[in-house]
């Protein structure tokens, strides 16, 4: 019998789909919302200090979408909460006070001082929340007053910051991470360095949505003006995917605890983000774009396919894809594939041809003894994907491996050895040269 | 009841694609290798570039690029039997058996383009040359139009007092609602560098030698003048009408829906004419309208499509008759005596077999022929119709032709608008010389 129960960093959870610190976790009325609709936790939209900021009387969101105006990444320019401090502590003393069995996570934004820190920790602990999520990644408007992105772009900062939190409060403390950066293991090392529990990626990406052509001003638009916004939704999360991965699999970080970020829209995605080392997930665009209730496909897609996979908690999932990431130079040079189209499949359209031919390895055929016919030429398919990848349809064409013989394009024998870069001749720092 | 039938006249049977439609339905085509659509239009309209186009919020930029092959795409959106042309390659039909609706979206484009009024092309320089064009038609208007465009001056000789052939007198008016043959003329002629001169048919006082000593090329698409006699016992009762006459007098009547179309018709014949006649007469108020063809129903000409048109508007469909006689009453029609027909041997046989449908109106839609006469000069003839090469020519080298007047062709406009294109080149490329 499958488990969706979660346990992070101590804090349990009905399952592990928490909504992400945003818009949807503002208010007491939005999160009871969610809890009703069986989310597992929240993390409460970041406090900052009293007096509170102040948002743009525009609009805040610019989208990207697909021909059918399916939401594929969403960018925003609102801030960290909008109301007074002691509002929100309120209501979250009251949230977690009414639904004992949820998680209970608060996002903080105060500016790199020490008091500022400890001044507000005591207040959240007073609320009975279950943690802190340290927010180091939104990477507008709070960046140009030194917070926010401002801080998890500095790696010294990150520590820092960790340090005096985890002095003063008993409270489990998530750093959350700004994928804004060259490499994402720098920041999450000084968070570990700094004594933090977990971290949690991706915040937002840096980002303009697009340009009025008509105005010529970036939206979202304000008066004829834009800044850039922090992107997030299905768009981000191979970025967020990757970098959940890069610190699961980091000698440093592997280990810390994860919390997963970027993008999750269905089960499967959320999937993914445990199979890569993420201890639980987070949502934010997913809710804003359909509503809560996108929880129940969560919740049973991802139960029912732990059920048909043999897995029976979300600890069995989490980190199982971890070991099969590898830097480049590990992978197997001697595994050989070629692509292959069935042609009951095959629906004639020629993309596979017409990207191979102009883009690729000339590869694909696109007349066989006069008539229109798509068949892979094996002594020119160097196995790269690409047709798999522009086929519209599922399955038609596949890549398969070739397990004995000789390559037709190398004319070299297909070897059942592993041999990678680090060995081969053409390496010039390599030991097989 | 008369406000009834004016409103399902003016009714379309598409109606126009919105935006947001043309956006999803744009998205579905896959811009295929060599696609097999653009083999499929008889003008070879670049098909996914426009739909293409379409999607990347460019109507404009689409219609162009329909216009550059086919500058009645307007009027061919509304009237090709796309089931049977571009829609019929889709390759979406092998994969969904549901292709792109590229007739719409193309009707979106050209829509766009001539509501803005606009045409997308500047006249060459003037040539100095001259072109007589002989029918306002389809393949008249398409080599004008080409002709002006590349500088040259053309009059076109129209017998009718109104241009626009049988777009204007010979299709349903539900296929062009809003007057749109009309429209399409004006916007085919405000290129510039055209005169047409009405009521000027071939005959006495507009000979072929007359247009070939004032011009320097003649291009002869003036359609089929007549339509074929029905040869039995009564044909000429009354209450016994051409079809084609009947939409031509439809089309250009004040009020349409003041018409006596009979309270029980019988249409005789199985092309487009016919499912025109029949569907017309439904709207306008016939109780019962029967389309009686000789052959069995995958042997009409008109597409499925139209037969389905027919059906869905009460119009029943009535196979392997053929007429044996009118039968009269006080000079009126009061029946039709079919005879049963069957295949033997190969070829259609009646069997014997007869039955009167009583009616009181009767419609022949039984084709249409070229009446060759002496007008023409004695030019080479193929099967009664204008013999012609594949560049248009005729015997005469100052003479071209094209459309439903010269041999082997389909009756189709869009393929009298190639016809004229055709032409157009070939007269261009002899008058550049």
């Given amino acids: 019998m499958v488990d969706l129960k979660s346990n992070f960093l101590g804090i349990e959870s009905p399952n592990p789909f928490w909504l992400a610190s945003a818009p949807p976790t503002d208010k007491e009325v939005n999160v009871v919302r969610a809890f009703e609709a069986g989310w597992g936790g929240v993390v409460w939209k970041t406090l900052g200090e009293d007096p509170h900021i102040v948002n743009v009387n525009g609009p805040r969101y610019g989208a990207v979408y697909s021909s059918d105006r399916t939401l594929m990444g969403l960018n925003n320019i609102e801030l960290i909460t909008d109301r007074p401090l002691q509002t929100n502590l309120d209501e979250i003393t009251r949230v977690k006070r009414n639904w004992p069995d949820r998680a209970v996570v608060v996002s903080l934004m105060v500016p790199c001082e020490e008091k500022n820190w400890s001044t507000i920790l005591k207040k959240v602990e007073d609320t009975g929340a279950d943690g802190v999520e340290l927010n180091f990644g939104c990477p507008h408007g709070m960046s140009e007053r030194g917070m926010g992105a401002a801080v998890g772009q500095v790696p010294e900062y990150i520590e820092m910051v960790a340090q005096w939190c985890k002095q003063h409060t008993k409270l489990p403390v998530i750093v959350k991470l700004t994928p804004n950066i060259t490499d994402i293991r720098f920041p999450a090392r000084a968070a570990k360095s700094g004594g933090a529990d977990a971290v949690s990626l991706i915040n937002t990406i840096s980002s303009i949505v697009s340009v009025n052509l008509d105005t010529m001003s970036p939206e979202p638009s304000i008066d004829g003006w834009g800044s850039h916004g922090g992107y997030c939704g299905p768009a981000v999360k191979p970025i967020a995917l990757n970098m959940v991965a890069e610190i699961a699999r980091d000698e440093e970080t592997r280990g810390l605890p994860i919390s997963g970020i970027g993008g999750v829209t269905t089960w499967r995605d959320a999937a993914e983000f445990l199979a890569l080392g993420a201890g639980n997930i987070q949502v934010c665009t997913a809710a804003m774009t359909y509503g809560f209730r996108i929880i129940e496909e969560l919740t049973t897609g991802l139960a029912g396919w732990m059920e048909s996979s043999g897995y029976n908690s979300i600890d069995d999932v989490i980190g199982r894809a971890v070991p099969n990431v590898k830097d480049w130079q590990e992978l197997n040079l001697n595994y050989i594939a070629k692509a292959k189209i069935d042609q009951d499949l095959c629906i004639q359209c020629g993309r596979c041809h017409v990207v191979c031919e102009d883009t690729s390895h000339q590869a694909i055929t696109a007349k066989v003894n006069g008539t229109r016919h798509f068949e892979v030429i094996d002594e020119e398919c160097v196995g790269c994907n690409l047709c798999v990848s522009v086929c519209p349809v599922d399955n038609c064409i596949t890549m398969e491996a070739m397990t004995e013989g000789t390559d037709p394009r190398t004319q070299q024998p297909i070897s059942p050895e592993y041999a990678n870069w680090t060995t081969h001749p053409n390496n010039p720092y390599g030991s097989g040269g | ?433």
């Avoid at chain 2, 009237?79 to 292709?99: G, S, W, Y």
């Avoid at chain 2, 389809?138 to 777009?167: D, M, Y």
Wanted: hydrophobic share 35%; glycine share 10%; with cysteine.
């Fill in chain 2, 1 to 433: 009841m008369a406000n009834h039938r004016l409103q399902s006249l003016s009714e379309e049977l598409h109606p126009p694609l919105t935006q947001h439609e043309a956006s999803v339905e744009s998205d579905r085509c896959y811009f295929c290798f060599d696609a097999p659509c653009i083999t499929a239009c008889p003008t070879g309209i670049d098909i996914p570039l426009f739909i293409r186009q379409i999607k990347a919020d460019n109507p404009t930029g689409a219609a162009k690029t329909i216009f550059d092959e086919n500058i009645l795409g307007g009027m061919c959106a509304r009237v090709c039997p796309t089931e049977t042309l571009c829609e019929q390659a889709c390759v979406r039909n092998t994969q969904e058996e549901k292709p792109v609706r590229i007739g719409e979206l193309q009707r979106f484009a050209t829509d766009t383009l001539m509501d803005a009024n606009t045409q997308p092309y500047e006249r060459e320089a003037s040539t100095g040359k001259t072109v007589a064009v002989v029918g306002a038609g389809p393949a008249g208007l398409s080599c004008a139009h080409r002709l002006a465009l590349q500088g040259h001056a053309v009059t076109i000789f129209e017998a009718h007092s109104k241009p626009g052939g049988l777009n204007e007198f010979g299709i349903a008016a539900y296929k062009t609602v809003d007057n749109f043959a009309q429209r399409e003329v004006n916007y085919v002629l405000s290129i510039g560098g055209i005169d047409v001169e009405y009521e000027k048919p071939l005959g006495p006082s507009l000979s072929l030698d007359d247009l070939k000593n004032q011009f320097d090329a003649v291009f002869l698409g003036m359609g089929l003048g007549n339509t074929n006699t029905l040869d039995v016992p009564g044909h000429d009762v009354g209450g016994v009408h051409d079809a084609v006459e009947f939409i031509a007098q439809l089309r250009q009547a004040d009020n349409p829906q003041s018409l006596d179309v009979g309270n029980d018709v019988v249409v005789i014949g199985g092309g487009m004419t016919a499912i025109d006649a029949a569907v017309q007469s439904k709207l306008l108020g016939a109780d019962d309208v029967t389309v009686v063809y000789r052959r069995d129903q995958d042997s009409m000409n008109a597409s499925p499509f139209e037969q389905q048109v027919a059906q869905t508007h009460g119009v029943l469909l009535k196979t392997h008759w053929q007429p044996s006689q009118i039968i009269a009453n006080n000079g009126k029609v009061a029946g039709v005596e079919f005879e049963k027909t069957a295949v033997q041997n190969g070829t259609l046989q009646g069997t014997g077999e007869k039955r009167v449908f009583t009616c009181d109106r009767v419609l022949l839609a039984i084709g249409q022929q070229f009446e060759a006469n002496d007008t023409l000069n004695g030019l080479d003839l193929e099967n009664r119709r204008i013999k012609v090469d594949e560049n248009g020519r005729t015997s005469d080298a100052k003479i071209w032709a094209g459309g439903d007047c010269v041999a082997g062709g389909d009756d189709l406009t869009v393929s009298a608008v190639q016809a004229g294109k055709v032409a157009a080149l070939s007269i261009h490329t002899q008058l550049s010389a």
